[in-house]
Structure formats: structure tokens, C-alpha cells
């Protein structure tokens, strides 16, 4: 039991967020593809998105100090001060519902990092070793190096969206491909680069084949990612593979209820078979 002079902590290992349901994101505007209709995100949902990244990325080449905000002498009461005031900033529930999938999912990281740095720097034993640990700091720079290339490349990818928006098909196509070059693990880039592919060259096979090679990298990197199924679904769509696409857009909604662009597509698909 906690004694009195000393806060209560939260036992080693349950101060973690619970599972992300609802996965979703509110993508770019999608560009008129056989008449498809077309939506915009709304701008809080993107300048969340933006802030949560960049404030992942700064923590990410912090110390565990730094992030919680207290000094290296800091005592476990200031240190749980610190952790409940940035958990109940960043913890995924107190994201709105109406929010995107990647604004939750990126909530989340920054809580599991919160959370990680306040066992640690409650524990005794763990303190004294991190502090070693941070001590010696030879990976200080490449953390920086690795940071800076992250948000260099989130910057292709919304330079990307942008063109994207206005049918500058191959402008968004080079944009995308940078970002995914820069950070290849960012499931999405590779979403939208093979969506920005099959756009710029429609009635071209080669085109398509590149497209669906991308998305599926988009896919594997990011099973939960919804914009990847919708791109697909709309992908056979366009070559006629009608029984793929509606799957794709049924797998869509699965990752995200709230997919109005998938919801449309199987409305479409409903109607059509009802009249058949």
C-alpha cells in the first residue's frame, strides 16, 4: 500500500489505453473517378491530425523528463501530477466520435508513451537505469535525423492531398511517392500513391497493376486502414470487377462505420441489384 507522504501509482503495466474501436479516418477529398462523388475532410479533424503528429514526433526525441515536463529530480507525486494532465489530454476516449481513425490511433501512441515514461520514472530501479541509459545519449541525433524525415515526409504527403484535390493527378502521384520513400511504414502514403497512380492513367493497365500493388502494401502495413479498401473497391469499380468492389467497400465500413464514401458504394450496389 501507498504511503501517505507518497501519491498512490498506478500498478506497473495497467495504465494503458484500451483498445482504438471504431478505427477511422477522415480522408482528402477524392477526385471524380466514373462520376464517384467526392467529400472533404473538415479542417478540425486535419489540424488535429497535424498537431497529434507533430506532438508524437517531439516526444519521440524527448526524454522521458522532458515529455512528462518535470526534472530529472522530480518526485513520484509531481511525476503523477504530470502524467493525469497529459492522459487526459491525449487519452484515445477523450477524442470526439466524430473524429478520424488516425487522429485516434495517433492519440494512442502518445498515451502509450505517456504512460511508458511515467512507470519508468516511478520506479526506482527503472529511473536509475534509464538515467544511465540517457546519460551515454548516442542515439540523440539519429532520433532527430529520423524525426526531421517523418515530418518531411508528412509534408510530401499533404502537399500530395492538395493536388490530389485539384486533379493534378501527377503531381499528387510524384508528391506521394516521395513520402512514401521517406517513410515507407506510413500504411496511408502507400494508400494514396497507388490511388494517385491508377487516377493519372485510368485506361492504362500498367497503371492499374501499379495501383493495386500499392494499395496492397497500404494494406499489409495497416490492415485497419479504410481509405486502402475504399481506393480498391472504387480500383475495381472502374475495371469492372463489380463482385471484388463491393467487397472492398463492405471491408471499408468494417474498419470504419463512418466511411460515407463506402456507405454510398453499397447503397449504389443495393439499389442496382434490387432493379435487376
Given at each position: 500500500p501507498a504511503s501517505a507522504a507518497e501519491p498512490p501509482?498506478?500498478?506497473?503495466?495497467?495504465?494503458?489505453?484500451?483498445?482504438?474501436?471504431g478505427r477511422r479516418r477522415s480522408g482528402a477529398l477524392l477526385p471524380e473517378v466514373a462520376g464517384l462523388a467526392t467529400r472533404v475532410s473538415t479542417a478540425a479533424d486535419r489540424s488535429?491530425?497535424?498537431?497529434?503528429?507533430?506532438?508524437?514526433?517531439?516526444?519521440?526525441?524527448?526524454?522521458?523528463?522532458?515529455?512528462?515536463?518535470?526534472?530529472?529530480?522530480?518526485?513520484p507525486g509531481e511525476i503523477q501530477k504530470a502524467f493525469f494532465s497529459l492522459a487526459r489530454e491525449y487519452h484515445p476516449d477523450k477524442i470526439a466520435g466524430s473524429m478520424a481513425d488516425e487522429v485516434k490511433q495517433l492519440a494512442g501512441e502518445i498515451y502509450d508513451l505517456v504512460t511508458r515514461a511515467y512507470e519508468t520514472l516511478c520506479d526506482p530501479e527503472e529511473r536509475n537505469a534509464y538515467l544511465q541509459q540517457i546519460s551515454s545519449g548516442p542515439r540523440k541525433k539519429e532520433m532527430s535525423d529520423e524525426v526531421s524525415k517523418i515530418l518531411a515526409a508528412e509534408g510530401k504527403f499533404q502537399r500530395g492531398e492538395t493536388h490530389l484535390r485539384k486533379g493534378r493527378y501527377q503531381e499528387a502521384y510524384a508528391a506521394?511517392?516521395?513520402?512514401?520513400?521517406?517513410?515507407?511504414?506510413?500504411?496511408?502514403?502507400?494508400?494514396?500513391?497507388?490511388?494517385?497512380a491508377f487516377q493519372r492513367a485510368p485506361s492504362d493497365a500498367a497503371a492499374a497493376e501499379e495501383a493495386l500493388d500499392h494499395i496492397m502494401r497500404a494494406i499489409q502495413l495497416n490492415p485497419?486502414?479504410?481509405?486502402?479498401?475504399?481506393?480498391?473497391?472504387?480500383?475495381?469499380?472502374?475495371?469492372?470487377?463489380?463482385?471484388?468492389?463491393?467487397?472492398?467497400?463492405?471491408?471499408?465500413i468494417q474498419c470504419n462505420p463512418d466511411c460515407t464514401e463506402a456507405l454510398r458504394e453499397l447503397r449504389l450496389f443495393s439499389s442496382s441489384n434490387r432493379n435487376a
Open positions: 501509482r498506478l500498478p506497473k503495466g495497467k495504465v494503458r489505453p484500451p483498445p482504438l474501436k488535429l491530425k497535424k498537431k497529434l503528429r507533430t506532438d508524437l514526433e517531439e516526444m519521440r526525441r524527448q526524454t522521458y523528463f522532458e515529455i512528462l515536463g518535470v526534472s530529472r529530480d522530480a518526485q506521394f511517392q516521395e513520402a512514401a520513400e521517406l517513410y515507407p511504414e506510413e500504411g496511408e502514403f502507400h494508400a494514396y500513391l497507388g490511388w494517385a485497419k486502414l479504410d481509405k486502402a479498401y475504399l481506393f480498391l473497391g472504387y480500383l475495381y469499380k472502374a475495371l469492372g470487377r463489380a463482385d471484388k468492389a463491393e467487397k472492398q467497400f463492405e471491408k471499408a
